[in-house]
């Protein structure tokens, strides 16, 4: 048992239902309790899709427990095949029907319904969303693709690739497929089948008349790529074009398995942040502390973008999806950080309130740890949240998924200039350290702090002032607050480090700039 | 005492009912935690459920909540299944780390899942053995059902407020008490506290905001529902002694007047000092409401099953904004608590029990009404269909009943229509 305030990842019929809704001429029909029909609302409230998914839902309620709820499946079932004439239908069970084991794939395979009904096996105990979406879109392939479709000779004509992972509530994924579809047209190549967003059963079909795979979203469309390796022989990219240099990254490595140069493509990038990055009026980002955390792909590839295009030091790096923890450990051995793999966002909470970092990049629950301990943070990844549907084009892959990446990552700081007037005011009495920035609303959040119920911290989440028997003396507690408050923190946690290193009891003020000239870099 | 209140109470002929069993798109009784938390402020609700349900409350609450929530799941894995794991002792042991970080905690719910159910997991024993053990630090520990194959949406509340009862003190033999049932937004239940003061009226609420605020009850407990959908409440305090008064819905100005009449009525408050209380704040209702009845009146309009506020609503929308129900659907209907509001419903109005949303939505279309009030789940579909819509959760978690809420009430149902006419050149039919 396991006890959880906040989940990162849903049950896996959730993800199962992402790959359907992304589909054409799909139909889910999920054994389920009345209740879990709440999971439409994130399709239509989250990403405001404009129709219901593509879901029949039995609902059954106590009494039905005792009457025949296979029953009731079967008629689920005929009604939804009769009344939305799907070219395909999944079948499964949630977490309750589960344990009442009436095998909906082996109800659906007595009925001869005349469409492939394909049965998933989601274990909602041990497994989450992402695992079900992969699973799903693995059973789809396997159903569906038709093995005896190969590759047309390559002669007049342009190479081709499959694009492979995208789903409904995705992160960006709308954004994504457009801007690699683009990518890859600048590099001479189309694209022949998106997966499972927009797919439709004929286009699984056809999977394998592409020349290429590309795995876009391992922790969705992995274990399909594999299948399609084996089945078909060919190789899938993997590099996933997330930041300037893994764009770059991906578009050699896409024109090396296919003979093309290159070159013309990375020319012909709109690429903004390598010199918005370069130049002078960025020099302030230089070893900004960050804390990196979200699923897998997009935490490292951002790690990635935060250390070698921003310039940032990554203090922290972590996912909540167990399935690429090797990935994510091997991630943090090349920034020299210790990697934390949870989905226990409490545990979060403790590392980066022991961490101190000077931004947070996570998810939707990490922006709500950094409200509670006043940090900047931005959204760099699932669950999504319907600030991350934007109006606007905002991709976070290809070029123009740099670029929004050099705003994300930077808007959420204090700007460069802002931080020297800071400095230059800080001890004008009309500039009140409790107003903090502007862009934070921080007079709200210390309110706010103000107004929380009592939480006694668990006993990791004791930070480092709290186990050391390091006390301030009331003048070097002055000259404490007299730092700028966005590198207090950092200086009170190194003085204190430096402090109890050294046995001193008592910070005085001469410890403090001790401390600043031992850790000055 | 208020002539015309009293004599709408009288039961009109019984209505046909559309009884209909198929697909339900409503929530289940986990939901209500989203309010209960904030309601009794020292009360922890632990699911012992999936991770569906910790992801249900999530999608439910997440987007409203920036601090810790009093609210949590402990999620059944399989080892709990396979039996490797006691899963008392694993129980415990969640509760126990709850309530070390917890510490201002004084009243714990272990709630019911459709898993915990189906696997016949014995919560109530659990929280008797629990609160045994919690008792010395000042804790409490009750359990109740919010499972979807037990509970539908506002049913949840039902359930945790039925729970309560028998922990409630026996009232004295001190004569008449009105205890007023259901979560009421604290404004509101101040509202109407001021009222039964000047009214002379002795008054309590359930639930109370702190667990150990529990109202008395016994023989001379009058009980008024504030809420349609509390039947195993009123159950449980009628096995107390009490008495439940029946009533149509503090919604609006003649609904609040009824309701209130109610209980002038049985407890022997004179007509001059009823209509003393209520005149201005009635008039003050009267007056916001004429503000939203030129926009109101004459539109039809259709209620997707949710809530059990069905009911009342459409009363309150038809006999005092003029509009005219089409379809009102209702996860289930008590003629006992939703009778005097049904005997005010105008003819022709077409109910419904139970749901089979595909059948529904037909209906729906085919009718094509105004407005449409119904789920998250279907409002944006059918508002791409070129239908308005009103989503039914609101009318849960905003503080809509009372005199001085009538106003709000109204715009909440003036508003889509409102906004739809704002935007009209943005329409898909605009552009052609």
Not at chain 1, 238 to 256: K, M, N, S, W, Y
Not at chain 2, 171 to 189: C, F, I, K, T
Not at chain 2, 230 to 252: D, S
Request: aromatic residues 6%.
């Amino acid at each position: 048992m396991k006890l959880a305030a906040w989940t990162y990842e849903g049950p896996p019929h959730v993800g199962a239902m992402r790959v359907a809704t992304a589909m054409r001429g799909v139909h889910y029909v999920l054994h389920a309790p009345q209740g879990d029909t709440y999971a439409d609302l994130l399709f239509t409230m989250i990403e405001r899709r404009d129709h219901r998914p593509p879901v029949t839902w039995t609902t059954f309620q106590a009494r039905d427990l005792g009457a025949d709820t296979a029953e009731l499946f079967k008629a689920a079932l005929r009604d939804a095949h009769a009344r939305f004439r799907p070219e395909a239908m999944l079948v499964g069970a949630s977490c309750t029907a589960e344990l009442i084991q009436d095998d909906p794939g082996g109800l659906a395979a007595t009925m001869g319904l005349p469409v492939p009904v394909i049965p998933l096996e989601l274990p909602s105990y041990s497994r989450k969303e992402n695992w079900g979406a992969a699973e799903t879109f693995l059973a789809l392939v396997r159903a569906l693709v038709d093995r005896s479709r190969r590759p047309s000779p390559r002669e007049g004509r342009r190479p081709r690739v499959n694009l492979l992972g995208p789903t409904a509530l995705g992160f960006r994924h709308r954004d994504d497929v457009t801007e690699v579809t683009r990518l890859l047209d600048t590099l001479g190549v189309d694209v022949h089948v998106v997966a499972p967003l927009g797919a439709t059963v004929a286009d699984i079909a056809a999977l394998g008349e592409a020349d290429l795979d590309i795995c876009l979203y391992p922790e969705i469309a992995d274990s399909a790529c594999r299948f399609l390796e084996k089945s078909f022989g060919r190789p899938t990219i993997r590099t996933v074009p997330i930041g300037h240099l893994a764009t770059c990254d991906f578009v050699r490595e896409v024109a090396g398995h296919l003979g093309l140069d290159p070159a013309p493509a990375l020319a012909a990038a709109h690429a903004r942040l390598p010199w918005w990055s370069r130049s002078v009026d960025s020099t302030y980002l230089t070893g900004k502390r960050v804390f990196v955390f979200g699923d897998a792909t997009h935490a490292i590839a951002i790690a990635r973008v935060a250390r070698d295009e921003l310039g940032f030091e990554v203090v922290g790096l972590g996912c909540y999806n167990r399935e690429f923890a090797r990935e994510l450990r091997a991630a943090a051995a090349e920034h020299g950080i210790e990697p934390l793999v949870t989905d226990d966002y409490l545990e979060v909470e403790a590392r980066i309130a022991a961490l101190q970092p000077e931004l947070v990049l996570g998810t939707q629950m990490e922006r709500m740890i950094a409200k509670r301990v006043r940090l900047p943070c931005a959204v760099i990844s699932a669950p999504v949240h319907v600030q991350d549907f934007p109006a606007r084009y905002s991709p976070v892959m290809g070029f123009e998924g740099a670029n929004v990446l050099f705003d994300t990552l930077v808007h959420p700081l204090v700007m460069g200039l802002e931080e020297h007037l800071l400095t230059m005011f800080r001890e004008d009495f009309e500039f009140s350290d409790e107003a903090g920035p502007s862009h934070l609303a921080a007079s709200h959040a210390a309110q706010h702090a103000a107004a929380q119920p009592q939480i006694r911290p668990e006993p990791v989440a004791a930070q480092a002032a709290a186990d050391g028997l390091v006390a301030w003396t009331p003048d070097a507690e002055r000259e404490l607050r007299k730092i700028p408050f966005f590198v207090r923190g950092k200086a009170r946690r190194n003085t204190e480090a430096y402090a109890a290193a050294r046995g001193i009891s008592a910070i005085t003020v001469e410890t403090l700039y001790d401390a600043k000239s031992h850790f000055s870099r | 005492m208020n002539a015309p209140a009293v004599a709408a109470l009288a039961a009109g002929a019984p209505r046909p009912v559309l009884r209909e069993r198929g697909q339900r798109e409503v929530f289940c009784g986990l939901t209500g935690i989203v309010w209960l938390h904030r309601k009794i402020q020292d009360a922890f609700f632990l699911v012992v459920g999936s991770r569906t349900c910790a992801h249900l409350l999530q999608s439910a609450a997440g987007v409203m909540i920036f601090a810790e929530p009093r609210f949590a799941t402990a999620i059944i894995e399989e080892k709990d299944l396979a039996g490797l794991a006691d899963v008392h002792e694993e129980l415990d042991q969640v509760v126990a780390r709850l309530l070390a970080r917890r510490p201002d905690i004084r009243l714990l719910f272990l709630v019911g899942s459709c898993p915990s159910e189906v696997i016949k997991l014995d919560l109530a024993k659990a929280a008797a053995r629990l609160d045994a053990g919690m008792r010395p630090r000042g804790v409490r520990v009750l359990a109740y059902s919010g499972s979807g194959i037990e509970t539908t949406f506002t049913e949840g509340e039902d359930a945790c407020l039925a729970a309560l009862v028998p922990e409630m003190p026996q009232a004295g033999n001190l004569g008449q008490r009105l205890l007023v049932a259901g979560s009421l937004a604290d404004v509101v239940e101040d509202q109407f506290a001021r009222l039964f003061a000047d009214l002379g009226i002795p008054a309590d609420v359930l639930p109370p905001r702190r667990a150990g605020q529990l109202p008395p009850v016994g023989p001379g407990t009058r009980v008024l529902l504030a809420q349609p959908f509390l039947g195993a409440t009123a159950a449980a305090l009628e096995r107390r002694g009490a008495t439940v008064l029946p009533a149509p819905f503090p919604f609006g100005a003649r609904g609040t007047e009824a309701w209130l009449a109610v209980a002038a009525r049985a407890f022997g408050v004179s007509f001059d000092r009823f209509e003393a209380v209520v005149a201005a704040p009635r008039a003050r209702a009267e007056r916001a409401l004429a503000r939203h009845r030129p926009l109101l009146e004459g539109r039809r309009i259709s209620f997707l099953p949710d809530s059990q506020l069905e009911v009342p609503l459409a009363r309150f929308l038809a006999e005092e904004c003029g509009m005219v129900p089409v379809e009102v659907g209702t996860p289930y209907l008590h003629q006992r608590y939703h009778g005097p509001d049904l005997a005010r419903l105008p003819e022709g109005v077409r109910l419904a029990e139970g749901q089979d949303v595909e059948r529904q939505l037909d209906r729906v279309r085919a009718d094509r009404p105004d407005l449409v009030v119904c789920g998250l789940g279907l409002a944006n579909p059918l508002e791409a269909e070129g239908l308005t819509t009103k989503w039914s959760i609101e009318l849960v978690f905003s503080p809509v009943h009372g005199f001085d809420q009538a106003g709000d009430l109204a715009e909440l149902f003036a508003r889509p229509l409102v906004r739809r006419q704002k935007l009209a050149a943005l329409a898909p039919e605009a552009a052609t």
